[in-house]
């Protein structure tokens, strides 16, 4: 039998910064009624692939889509729903932005991923990690919105937790310091925001259900934007950028001049 992650809600921004440093996630719990559960669903059914955006739509068990801001306006609010975006530009500072929306739907079949991180940005001895006065910056984070009641057979996103603190990526290793990898087993509308160091997979879908999941990858502004296709390709839809907010502009590149502008 898997283990379950322990998800447990924060209170407040504080504290949510502070699981990211110590948990490296937080959770949050309802972050979405059940009419936008729906209502993100049905955008996400009405997807097609888009080749130039790197779209993955080609195997049976898995359609993956990238730019989902830019495909339907059902996906605006969640560039900076409530609680998570305060805790996005804490964490990666007021001028942090979205680098990737991906509304992704994995089937019957989908295969066990292994366990990866998104991104290690540097890479440490254990011990110098352990220092604390060592406190690498929170360069990527990614948002989970789950759309299904998770259980098992339906493939969740696996987490090893404590191992962003290890320095490292998973070289072979299934567990970190006796922790193995946990199960996220929340309810359709929970999130997760996580950071890249996270040791985590995707999961097996044995089930005979399809899960939806919308991935929201904020960052630092250093880091750049993968909006796909490059070299003056990828032209946002005027009718989406109509009805951006000013904050919704900003996290997709209207930024004021910084280093390197
Ligand atoms: O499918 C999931 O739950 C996680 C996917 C993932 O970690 C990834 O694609 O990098
Ligand atoms: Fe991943």
Redesign the pocket.
Do not use: A, C, K
């Given at each position: 039998m898997a283990d379950a992650l322990r998800l447990v809600p924060q209170p407040d921004l504080a504290s949510r910064v502070k699981a990211i440093q110590d948990d490296g996630f937080v959770y949050f719990p309802s972050a979405m009624s059940s009419a936008e559960i729906a209502e993100l669903r049905s955008a996400m059914d009405r997807l097609e692939e888009v080749p130039e955006y790197f779209d993955r739509v080609h195997e049976s068990w898995s359609r993956h889509f990238n730019n989902a801001f830019n495909r339907d306006e059902a996906f605006l609010k969640y560039l900076d729903k409530p609680g998570i975006i305060e805790l996005a530009e804490e964490i990666h500072g007021v001028d942090c932005h979205i680098i990737g929306m991906t509304a992704?739907i994995?089937g019957p079949g989908r295969p066990e991923?292994t366990l990866?991180v998104?991104y290690l940005p540097i890479s440490l001895p254990e011990d110098i990690m352990q220092d604390p006065r060592v406190n690498i910056p929170v360069f990527i984070t990614t948002a989970?919105y789950y759309l299904d009641d998770m259980y098992e057979e339906l493939?969740?996103?696996k987490f090893v937790p404590g191992s962003h603190l290890s320095g490292s990526g998973p070289r072979g290793e299934v567990e970190w310091k006796g922790a193995g990898e946990q199960s996220i087993l929340c309810n359709a509308g929970d999130a997760v925001i996580f950071r890249s160091e996270v040791w985590?997979?995707?999961?097996a879908n044995t089930s005979d259900q399809e899960r939806y999941?919308l991935?929201v990858h904020y960052a630092q502004r250093m880091i750049t934007q993968k909006f796909p296709p490059y070299l003056n390709r990828f032209q946002f839809e005027e009718g989406i950028l109509a009805q951006l907010t000013p904050r919704q502009r900003r996290l997709l590149g209207e930024h004021r001049s910084s280093n390197y502008d």
């Open positions: 992704w994995t991923q990866h998104d989970h493939g969740p996103t985590h997979r995707g999961s999941l991935q």
